[in-house]
């Protein structure tokens, strides 16, 4: 579906350089911190910016050559950005009707009635919660198979986060050919969704793997100085010096917990993996 | 292009309140002035307000979104073109017909084939000035175009003030009187031909604004 | 389905899952030929990754607890195969005992004859 090959983008004081290969029926995360580069391969892969060198493509075009036709196929859901906010929903739903041939203008409805979308309300006076609640409906209304959502959740509390991910799963459920590209730093909606999760960091994937694999396989050992000197380092990715002696990252916890029972083992989520990965781990 | 011709017409929609002032303005000003001040003043208005249409797809990385949407920059340009186009067009008809609905209430006399050239000669300026606006406010942004223009009309102002100095004034005089000499046909289709070339580089500029865009 | 899953433990979520798909079957809390819930579907109830259910019920099929027919869905499979698969495990489980046994005869160590079967399997990778 998505694949992007030897990208490089320059900017004043950053540089991505990248390569991913997302296929039919994923749903794939992308994490990392502010800045690490998430929404410029978003904009990449739109095609709403050219690379430098290096291919994007998406259902196997160039991102910037994208037909009109295909883009009726890809739903979006940007993080700042959306219809004007001077619009209201009838007004929405009317302009949808007539870019999306596919547009599902029932299913609109009910959903903004579900979700208590105002309907006498312009955007500009929708609370957090509700402008990310339509832009999120935007994008899945109109069928399509590919949905790119950029922080779909930033700024929403639990409940509006689950009700989200939650029409997001259903969407996938309805047709096994849908795909997800989802770029988050809220780990936890992650881990409950993707299939698989690409941890991105200054501009550089530094980690690619399936979710849980990531929870099941990943841990961090805690051991003192005299533990860590005759620790087995075979399978231990990083180190990090800590108070108590040695804070160890590993992807098979199961060696360790057979190997040395008494070791401190702790389970590797998403959080986890970003911290150790990018050196800030406490 | 459907979807955003709904779009722009919706957000013009909006500001009824507005629309309404201004009509309201615009029929009292016809009334009371001197017929031709509305036959300039109400199809200005119709461009600067389809224009404004820009501004509000601008604000907030709005072109960013909008872009994601099953449309390309061509159609994004043609679109905006096609509504100033039609909506000055509107207004246009809309101030012709009060100018002579004015004329008959102040039972001044008037022969309307005179002043149809006259009427026919506003257009033409519009779609001048829309072909320099356009591009401009998808270069600059709103805000700064505001000042380009100024810019520009004060370099025009400068220049056609060099112009008489350079030139003198007996000079111009005679080229006018030659251009009147000039069958008034003759001089229609160079207008009509200057003015589409002009509209037309002004789409091809604006289509490059548009996909140079950094979004 | 009811499934309840332990995030916090150590175990794997996809063996949770394996295990207590697999003790419904055998407890015929799940019968002969009934479908399980898609992947997504199930995925969507229990709030995971539609890949690790995938790894789950390709591991019952494995396993001869389920059959997956493409395109169709994934069903329990009749309680006679999985009558077959855990026969050919005893039978399996049978023929180590019988070699065990005979290397115990012969005065092999437990390490010697693991390293029998680890140059074996080596032999065979």
Redesign the interface.
């Known amino acids: 579906m998505i694949s992007l090959r030897n990208v490089v983008k320059t900017y004043n004081d950053f540089q991505l350089n990248i390569s991913m290969e997302i296929p039919k029926g994923r ?1 794939t995360g992308l994490v990392g911190k502010n800045g690490a580069g998430k929404s410029t391969t978003i ?1 990449l892969i ?1 095609g ?2 050219k690379p430098d060198s290096g291919e994007a493509r998406v259902f196997g075009t160039e991102s910037c050559k994208l037909t ?2 295909e ?2 196929q ?1 739903g ?1 859901c ?1 993080a ?8 209201n929903i009838s ?1 929405i739903e ?3 009707a ?3 041939p596919e547009f599902e203008k029932t299913y609109f409805q009910r959903k903004c009635e579900e979700l208590k979308l105002p309907k006498d309300k ?1 955007i500009k006076d929708f609370s957090t919660g509700m402008k990310a609640k339509l832009r999120v409906l935007v994008a899945m209304t109109h069928k399509a198979k590919l949905l790119i959502m950029d922080e779909p959740t930033a700024g929403l509390d639990i409940e509006a986060r689950n009700e989200i ?2 029409m997001l ?2 969407y ?2 309805e047709d ?1 050919e849908r795909t997800i590209l989802i770029s988050s730093h809220i780990s936890s909606d992650l881990e ?5 999760i690409y941890l991105i960091h200054d501009g550089k994937i530094i980690l690619h793997e ?3 694999v990531i ?3 990943y841990g961090i050992l805690k051991v003192n100085e005299a533990q860590y000197a005759t620790l087995d380092q075979t399978y231990i990715l990083k180190s990090q010096k800590e108070h108590y002696g040695y804070a160890c990252f590993t992807n098979e ?1 199961k060696y360790y ?1 057979e190997k040395y029972p008494d070791i401190v ?1 702790e ?1 590797g989520g998403i959080d986890e993996l970003i911290l150790m990965m990018t050196g800030g781990y406490r | 292009m459907a979807g955003l011709f709904e779009k722009d017409i919706r957000l013009l929609l909006r500001r009824k309140q507005m629309l309404v002032l201004f009509l309201a303005l615009a029929v009292v000003l016809g009334f009371t002035q001197e017929g031709t001040f509305i036959l300039g003043y109400l199809p200005f208005l119709g461009m600067i307000l389809t224009i404004s249409t820009i501004s509000y797809d601008e604000i907030d990385n709005g072109y960013t979104f909008l872009m994601t949407l099953p449309i390309d920059t061509k159609t994004y340009v043609k679109e905006k073109y096609l509504l100033c186009l039609s909506g000055t067009f509107i207004s246009w008809i809309f101030a012709v017909v009060l100018y002579f609905v004015s004329k008959y209430f102040r039972e001044s006399s008037t022969v309307i084939a005179n002043e149809i050239p006259m009427i026919i000669s506003f257009l033409p300026v519009m779609v001048l000035a829309m072909a320099i606006m356009i591009p401009t406010q998808l270069k600059f942004g709103a805000e700064k175009s505001r000042i380009v223009l100024f810019i520009i009309f004060g370099i025009t102002a400068i220049l056609s003030f060099l112009f008489e100095k350079v030139i003198g004034t007996e000079r111009i005089n005679h080229m006018l009187i030659k251009l009147e000499n000039i069958n008034d046909a003759v001089i229609g289709v160079s207008v009509v031909l200057f003015v589409i070339l002009a509209a037309a580089i002004s789409y091809v500029i604006s289509c490059k604004v548009m996909q140079n865009k950094e979004l | 389905m009811n499934i309840i899953l332990n995030h916090s433990s150590m175990i794997p979520i996809y063996e949770q899952l394996t295990d207590q798909i697999k003790s419904k079957i055998i407890q015929s809390l799940l019968k002969e030929g009934e479908a399980l819930p898609s992947v997504r579907t199930l995925a969507r109830e229990l709030r995971i990754s539609a890949l690790t259910v995938k790894k789950a019920y390709d591991r019952l099929e494995e396993e001869g607890f389920v059959t997956t027919v493409h395109g169709k869905g994934t069903y329990v499979t009749a309680s006679d195969k999985q009558l077959a698969v855990e026969a050919r495990r005893k039978a399996v489980e049978d023929a180590f005992t019988q070699a065990i046994d005979k290397a115990k005869a012969v005065g092999l160590s437990k390490e010697e004859i693991l390293e029998i079967v680890n140059i074996i399997m080596e032999d065979e990778s």
């Open positions: 749903i904009k739109l709403l910016v009109v036709k883009k009726e890809i979006v940007l700042e950005t959306g219809f004007s906010n001077q619009l007004d009317c302009i949808l007539k870019m999306y312009i991910l939650d799963r259903n996938l459920e096994e409950n969704l993707c299939d698989d399936d979710t849980d929870l099941d396989q916890k917990q083992i389970k």
